[in-house]
Structures are given as C-alpha cells and as structure tokens.
C-alpha cells in the first residue's frame, strides 16, 4: 500500500507543478514518515520531525484558509490518532485540511481551494 500512495503524492505534486509552475516549491513534503534505526529517528525528532503531519502542505492562502495540508490515503487506510490530532491544529490555525484518496480528489479539492 505504501508504494502505491507514494505514486498518489509523485502524481499530485507533478500535476501542480506541471498546472502552477511559478508556485511549485510551496507544495512540499515533509518527510515525517518512515522506518528509521534509534540512532537517526532520535536526530530527525531533535530536529523538528512531527508525528501527524500531513503528506503534503500547501503554503498559498485561499480567500478563506490560509494555507492547506493534505493528508494522502489509499483504500481503506485511515488517519492515526496523531493525524486526527494534527487536522485539529491546522483548523485552528485557519488552515484547511483535506484526505485525499486519489488525483481526481487532490485535483478537484485544490481547484476548489484556491477558488475559495
């Protein structure tokens, strides 16, 4: 499963690059996810590394939100207790959050977005 959503989110960030060339480098991922050894999990969180954090986030604000994350899934896998945690923060924070299950959605939930 995780091959395929990472071919979802190749997918998604070609199409906006490909749609908003001048805008690319502000839809980014944050490589948060991941098998690592103690050694390298402990640097990366010192670091900054965040549990929950969405696949990818979006840093243009729309008329309503200020900026969007997405979070990208594929059949029925659903978010973690700490991905439900981190969609409350963006909320907050007068961001939108959105799970995305396929380039359609990431497409249509993005137009929507800036349209907003």
Sequence with gaps: MRHVEDTLQKSCVAWWDWTHP?????????????????????????????????????????????????????????????????QALVTQQGGKYVVVRSLDQFIEETNQYLAS
């Design 22 to 86: 001048r805008l690319s480098h502000l839809l980014f991922h944050v490589p948060n996810g991941g098998y690592r050894n103690l050694k390298e999990a402990a640097k990366f969180k010192a670091m900054g590394v965040r549990p929950g954090v969405s696949d990818l986030i979006l840093l243009v604000p729309s008329r309503t939100y200020h900026f969007i994350c997405y979070e990208l899934k594929i059949g029925k896998n659903t978010q973690t207790d700490n991905q439900r945690a981190f």
